[in-house]
């Protein structure tokens, strides 16, 4: 499907993705921007992240990916990693990244902040109260706590700023804002941490958020009783076939 909000004189940039916290943020990304995009679904629970194809522009057998055909010097340039997207997005764009060094370097901090922090930490979180085929009582502990940790370090910066990355919404609450829509299933209460719950409805009602988690919505299915979804997912298929 070709979204068709934005400068159509532009080639779309080709999107390879799933609906899961990474591929969301970049879906959401490419919404805000306006930029032209293709999305072509990469089904992780069918092994689709194993395909030759994927793994040429995404070594790490990980969504998202994209494929800009006007990257740098008019060239088409793939990027992986989602936290890397944002960024080429936002430079490409000049938007949602700051205009100061200053802003940009604030901005990236809150962006290493979900990808070192908010997004392995509450993805082990999940993994193990909900999928994992044994429940550790220690793991679920060690990943909750820690989820409540880094909710506790967000609600503090937004009680001091109105966005993650300052005064402007940018990349950082796009990277960070998917990761927390599960809460509840993180064991979290988003009253407990009333400036995060405030930010997060901010965000949740913008029109661009809507679409961008929209994009292969109805694709995604609960995994924890699909044996071969798993099998692909937290397997042996995952360290086999790259």
């Known amino acids: 499907m070709v979204k068709k ?31 032209p995009y293709t999305v072509q679904a990469v089904d992780i629970g069918a092994g ?3 395909a030759p194809d994927f793994l040429a522009i995404s070594p790490n057998n990980k969504i998202p990916a994209i494929v800009d055909p006007s990257g740098p010097d008019g060239r ?20 949602l990244l700051g205009s100061t060094d200053a802003e940009r370097f604030t901005v990236l901090q809150w962006v290493m902040f979900q990808m070192g922090g908010v997004g392995p930490m509450l993805g082990q979180n999940h993994h193990f109260r909900i999928y ?5 009582q220690y793991a679920i502990d060690r990943y909750t706590n820690e989820a409540r940790r880094l909710y506790g370090v967000i609600n503090k910066r937004l009680e001091a700023s109105p966005f993650l990355g300052g005064r402007r919404y940018s990349i950082a609450d796009i990277a960070v804002w998917p990761w927390l829509v599960p809460h509840e299933r993180q ?5 407990d941490f009333p400036a995060l719950a405030a930010w997060y409805r901010l965000v949740q009602d913008r029109p661009a958020v809507q679409r961008g988690m929209a994009v292969l919505a109805d694709r995604r299915k609960p995994l924890e009783n699909d044996d071969k979804a798993r099998e692909n997912m937290f397997g042996a298929n995952q360290y086999q076939n790259r």
């Open 48 to 50: 689709d992240q194993f």
């Open 5 to 35: 909000n934005a400068v159509p004189a532009q080639e779309p940039i080709a999107l390879h993705s799933w609906p899961t916290p990474n591929g969301q943020k970049v879906h959401i990304a490419l919404e805000e921007l306006k930029l």
């Open 76 to 95: 088409p340039y793939s990027v992986f990693e989602s936290g890397a997207i944002l960024v080429y997005l936002a430079s490409k764009t000049g938007r």
């Open 187 to 191: 064991g979290i209460d988003l009253a």
């Open 132 to 136: 994992a085929p044994e429940k550790l």
